[in-house]
């Protein structure tokens, strides 16, 4: 079932002031951040986890989930789609699940058979992989869920402006799906988009289900 459209509440945002510093694009990406955080912290909890439910349930649901014997997925934390029933359900079907672990600027992804056992709070507060875990190279799933702050219809993505993402994709196999997961709020017709930046190839929301990137 689709759930029927949001109608987002007015609430005041900070104003937003462009840094003379940066380009053009930049500062759009900076504004573009800002004002879709607000709008994504502004959707109350039971209506956070009703929305992400859709979208697992779409993710879960999908011959592109149920065919990747090896995945990589996001952890979620604060307004973010909650994953971690994806997580565990991937762990229950037998899928090799992994998830990242910020190296320097860098993220590794780790293998976790029990979220109980294998996890614990890291870099920025996120559930982290323990030491024990094995490490999977990047080259290794078929499968990436990729967070992010606000997407277009290209794919295109503005994270938290850590660039951690950013990089891993680009050692991404082009072979590999990369599926972003988001709320409709955050997604918009485009964003700035430098000549590095790798574009996902799907995005699933709760209103609009699977969205094939162009």
Known sequence: MIPPPREHREIRRPEFVADARLSAAQNEKR?????????????????????????????????????AECLSSYISIRSEVGNHGGI???????????VPKVFGKELRLF??????????????????????CEEIPVEVPTLHIIPGVVFDLHGNRIGYGKGYYDRFLRR???SAITVGLAFDCQVVDSVPAEPTDVPLKYLITPERGWIRCS
């Open 31 to 67: 504004r573009l951040r800002q004002r879709h955080l607000a709008l994504r912290d502004e959707i109350n909890g039971p209506e956070a986890l009703t929305l992400s439910g859709f979208v697992r349930n779409e993710l879960r649901a999908s011959e592109i989930f149920q065919r």
């Open 88 to 98: 565990l359900r991937s762990i229950e079907a037998g899928k090799i699940t992994c």
């Open 172 to 174: 991404v196999p082009p």
């Open 111 to 132: 293998r976790i058979r029990n979220m109980a056992e294998d996890l614990a709070p890291g870099t920025f507060g996120v559930l982290e992989p323990l030491p024990h």
